[in-house]
């Protein structure tokens, strides 16, 4: 499967901004779907995901509250919703996924998944 992420962009503190992963060459229904981030300067970190079997969706404390995953499997994509952006989400973001397996916030490493996206600046200044 190809992915391809987009929506990032500049934004001032406590703005929202939404991020799309488009896939192709295969459906997504059957593919855990995950955000990472990596900032400047620091280690790509998991953000959010979204389990294939039950829909089921987890968050990093960091972002609970603010940021929401979800898929449109039709459209086969999936969305990270971004809320009161702080300057400390400042980050390439990217979409990854895992197929016939279940993604956790707490578990997952960068290595753990099967396909990346290219990644989708995001800059949020104070």
């Known amino acids: 499967v190809q992915l391809q992420a987009s929506g990032g962009g500049l934004v001032q503190a406590g703005d929202s901004l939404r991020l799309s992963c488009a896939a192709s060459?295969?459906?997504?229904?059957?593919?855990?779907m995950a955000w990472f981030r990596q900032p400047p300067g620091k280690e790509r970190e998991i953000v959010a995901v979204?389990?294939?079997?039950?829909?089921?969706?987890g968050y990093a404390d960091s972002v609970k509250g603010r940021f929401i995953i979800s898929r449109d499997n039709a459209k086969n994509t999936v969305y990270l919703q971004m809320a009161r952006l702080k300057p400390e989400d400042t980050a390439v973001y990217y979409c990854?996924?895992?197929?016939?397996?279940?993604?956790?916030?707490?578990?997952?490493?960068?290595?753990?998944?099967?396909?990346w996206g290219q990644g989708t600046l995001v800059t949020v200044s104070s």
């Open positions: 990854a996924a895992k197929q016939w397996k279940d993604l956790s916030v707490g578990e997952t490493m960068p290595q753990d998944v099967d396909y």
């Open positions: 060459g295969r459906a997504l229904a059957t593919f855990s």
């Open positions: 979204d389990n294939w079997r039950d829909g089921g969706s």
